[in-house]
């Protein structure tokens, strides 16, 4: 089935960064070959005739994106910038919540602090958010909570599950997940206390940076928050929000 010319990976790399945003350095050509495999070996063709059917099939570039997104999260992840969501949040949006663990830290963290807001949370991946909304996630994925924690939010599995957890009702149906993606999706039709948009900027180059904080902004309270990454900045970017501390941003 082949590996990508310096040509295709080109054409693939333009096709991602339309689509998404995200930006594939060549230092990514192996990355994308790996997450090619597993649709290549499907559909038992090479990778020009597999970029004519993502070209031409949308359910296929789904597919194709989900492939490359890249996934990687954990419960409570960077929590110390939750303590900006507060009593008095009622609407908070996770724009790129991965397979749930940050909502889901989220609610818990409300939880414990006597509020339910509403949470939207949302990705590009279909896969991730199917496993989300699922909520069930390997036990050693917990094994750093605390177990006051654990008790109160968390089943533990049963049988063939006995590895895994899941989490409650309570907390599980709290979340409103659906696909979106961060360049072209139309905005929610209401405004958030809170915005995470966490560790996905750091694949985009600074004019999609700008142009996806500017659009989400748009459904920002006046006061409310904007959080991203650790790793992430939107120092010298143009964008409407004031700095608070590293990775957190509130809309003046």
Same mark, same amino acid.
């Given at each position: 089935m082949?590996?990508?010319?310096?040509?295709?990976?080109?054409?693939?790399c333009?096709?991602?960064?339309?689509?998404?945003g995200?930006?594939?350095?060549?230092?990514?050509?192996?990355?994308?070959?790996?997450?090619l495999?597993?649709?290549?070996? &499907?559909h +038992?063709? *090479?990778p020009?005739?597999?970029? @004519?059917? /993502? #070209?031409?099939?949308?359910?296929?570039? $789904?597919?194709?994106?989900?492939?490359?997104?890249?996934?990687?999260t954990?419960?409570?992840?960077?929590?110390?910038?939750?303590?900006?969501?507060?009593?008095?949040?009622?609407?908070?949006?996770?724009?790129?919540?991965?397979?749930?663990?940050?909502?889901?830290?989220?609610?818990?963290?409300?939880?414990?602090?006597?509020f339910?807001?509403?949470?939207?949370?949302?990705?590009?991946?279909?896969?991730?958010?199917?496993k989300?909304?699922?909520?069930?996630?390997?036990?050693?994925?917990?094994?750093?909570?605390?177990?006051?924690?654990?008790?109160? &939010?968390? +089943?533990? *599995?049963?049988?063939d599950?006995? @590895?895994? /957890? #899941?989490?409650?009702?309570?907390?599980? $149906?709290?979340?409103?997940?659906?696909?979106?993606?961060?360049?072209?999706?139309?905005?929610?039709?209401?405004?958030?206390?809170?915005?995470?948009?966490?560790?996905?900027?750091?694949?985009?180059?600074?004019?999609?940076?700008?142009?996806?904080v500017?659009?989400?902004?748009?459904?920002?309270?006046?006061?409310g928050?904007?959080?991203?990454?650790?790793?992430?900045?939107?120092?010298?970017?143009?964008?409407?929000?004031?700095?608070?501390?590293?990775?957190?941003?509130?809309?003046?």
């Open positions: 082949g590996r990508l010319s310096e040509k295709l990976f080109k054409q693939f333009d096709l991602v960064y339309r689509e998404s995200i930006n594939l350095t060549a230092e990514k050509q192996e990355l994308l070959n790996a997450r495999a597993k649709r290549l070996r &499907y +038992q063709i *090479g020009a005739e597999y970029l @004519d059917l /993502v #070209r031409r099939d949308p359910n296929e570039l $789904t597919a194709f994106l989900d492939a490359i997104s890249t996934n990687h954990f419960f409570f992840r960077e929590s110390r910038s939750f303590r900006f969501v507060a009593p008095g949040c009622r609407n908070i949006w996770c724009a790129a919540s991965s397979s749930g663990e940050e909502p889901y830290s989220l609610a818990i963290h409300c939880a414990e602090l006597g339910s807001p509403a949470i939207l949370a949302t990705d590009i991946s279909q896969t991730c958010l199917d989300a909304r699922r909520g069930i996630y390997p036990r050693q994925s917990v094994a750093s909570l605390p177990m006051p924690l654990l008790r109160n &939010y968390f +089943q533990r *599995g049963q049988g599950w006995d @590895d895994h /957890v #899941r989490i409650k009702d309570r907390i599980r $149906t709290q979340v409103t997940y659906g696909r979106f993606n961060l360049l072209k999706d139309r905005l929610p039709e209401r405004n958030f206390d809170v915005i995470f948009c966490r560790n996905v900027m750091i694949y985009f180059d600074r004019p999609t940076k700008e142009q996806v500017a659009r989400l902004c748009q459904v920002l309270q006046p006061g928050h904007f959080i991203i990454g650790g790793a992430e900045s939107l120092s010298g970017m143009m964008h409407p929000l004031t700095y608070v501390e590293p990775s957190v941003y509130r809309l003046s």
